[in-house]
């Protein structure tokens, strides 16, 4: 899907000048319902994570059944041991009376016959009890197992997620400053760079310097093949007034989202079907529009990078 996203993106730079409205306002229908199915895929990570909650709060209720069990079980034991001792003294007691009585030992034979029978229905119950038992201990066990699987698989990717933040920093030391940062959040990791490191205002060439920071990240993510690897272009909330190829910021911010993904493919280490390019237009901003600096901060290229969730997805399969 990945691939028909930037072959729709590529054809729609020439839309206007090489095909038909109609068949332009196709293609960017198409392109639009493929962003949308890719945002959807870009939510999975959290939906994943919410499903790990949910089988850890799954474990902890097995967890209190277990130790429920335990305890009834414990006080069957008990039960047991009091009525078998009740029985002992029952059977001392019918000894002494067998030498002195027959009517005695009639009655005491009697509650000897009566005690045995809730002696076996007790057995019975604790035999049956300790089945239940054992089969939720093996249940809380794979359980308990999946998760810890789980758990490991997050908490690697988490760790790769780090170094990647940190090797993608440290090659990009020389632009700090320059309008570009680095972080991690919600197990992914985001490189933001303010138009001012990469465009000239309306257009979506990118200079030099831009062009350096972007190849310099992309050495980088060619040695990360399991990461995704989505350039989100993003605009102020000024009307576009410029080339008139463009029918506003929204057809700007994706132009420039394409040019950076053009730069990643000269990469040829770099899978294009990792790449996705998109635009937000004015509609996804991190500061207020009403100061210029507000709209410097907005106007800007953002690469998320997110990992690849074929793994987990297969663990919360088998749970």
Not at 37 to 66: G, I, M, P, V, W
Not at 217 to 230: C, F, R
Request: proline share 2%; net charge neutral; aromatic share 4%.
């Amino acid at each position: 899907m990945i691939k028909q996203l930037s072959l729709i993106a590529i054809l729609l730079l020439t839309a206007t000048s090489c095909v038909s409205k109609k068949i332009y306002t196709e293609l960017e229908d198409k392109y639009a319902n493929l962003k949308k199915e890719n945002r959807a895929l870009s939510d999975e990570l959290e939906t994943l994570s919410t499903d790990k909650n949910k089988l850890t709060n799954d474990f902890n209720s097995l967890q209190a059944a277990y130790d429920a069990a335990v305890k009834e079980r414990d006080e069957l034991r008990s039960d047991y041991a009091a009525t078998k001792t009740n029985l002992d003294n029952l059977k001392a007691s019918y000894d002494a009376l067998e030498k002195n009585s027959s009517a005695e030992i009639a009655k005491n034979s009697q509650k000897n016959r009566e005690l045995l029978a809730q002696l076996e229905a007790k057995e019975q119950a604790l035999a049956a009890e300790n089945e239940r038992l054992e089969k939720l201990k093996k249940e809380l066990e794979s359980r308990s197992q999946r998760v810890a699987e789980l758990e490991s698989v997050i908490a690697a990717k988490d760790a790769n997620m780090r170094a990647l933040k940190d090797a993608i920093s440290k090659a990009l030391t020389n632009f700090e400053g320059k309008g570009l940062t680095v972080e991690q959040r919600d197990g992914k990791v985001y490189v933001s760079m303010e138009n001012k490191l990469l465009f000239e205002s309306g257009s979506w060439y990118v200079g030099a310097q831009g062009k350096q920071a972007v190849k310099q990240l992309g050495s980088v993510l060619a040695e990360n093949p399991d990461i995704a690897i989505l350039i989100e272009g993003h605009t102020d909330n000024v009307p576009y007034k410029g080339n008139a190829q463009l029918s506003g910021n929204w057809d700007l911010s994706t132009k420039r989202a394409t040019a950076i993904v053009n730069i990643l493919r000269e990469n040829n280490a770099i899978n294009p079907e990792n790449l996705t390019a998109a635009g937000r237009g004015e509609y996804a901003p991190v500061a207020s529009n009403d100061t210029s600096e507000g709209r410097a901060k907005n106007r800007r290229i953002e690469v998320i990078l997110t990992p690849k969730l074929d793994e987990i997805s297969k663990l919360l399969n088998e749970i």
